[in-house]
Nanobody
């Protein structure tokens, strides 16, 4: 089994910053990619940013230039630095990982989510 544990959410004023972390642990052979998704009340879950183990990144247009995703391959940890936060960034943020487990199966795992609230 693989577990994803997120941290770093909270309440911040508009224009502020937060840094989310997500650490993967368990029967991991390798991680192909990790990412962050978010879901606001009444809306569908949407991609925020993803990063491959080789360092390639992709961002939602709404966060380009404000959010930065990075990954520490040695620690199986992904980070999301969020700057210039806006009230519309308020959501539950979920970590996601594409993992090859010890049995060589490729699976997708999700974290439990962490709340980010941006006040105006």
């Amino acid at each position: 089994q693989v577990q994803l544990v997120e941290s770093g959410g909270g309440l911040v004023q508009a224009g502020g910053s937060l840094r989310l972390s997500c650490a993967a642990s368990g029967s991991i052979f390798s991680i192909n990619l990790m990412g962050w998704y978010r879901q606001a009340p009444g809306k569908q879950r949407e991609l925020v940013a993803v990063i491959t183990s080789g360092g390639s990144t992709n961002y939602a247009d709404s966060v380009k230039g404000r959010f930065t995703i990075s990954m520490d391959n040695a620690k199986n940890t992904v980070y999301l630095q969020m700057n210039s936060l806006k009230p519309e960034d308020t959501a539950v943020y979920y970590c996601n990982a594409g993992v090859i487990i010890a049995t060589m199966r490729s699976l997708i795992y999700w974290g439990q989510g962490t709340q980010v609230t941006v006040s105006s």
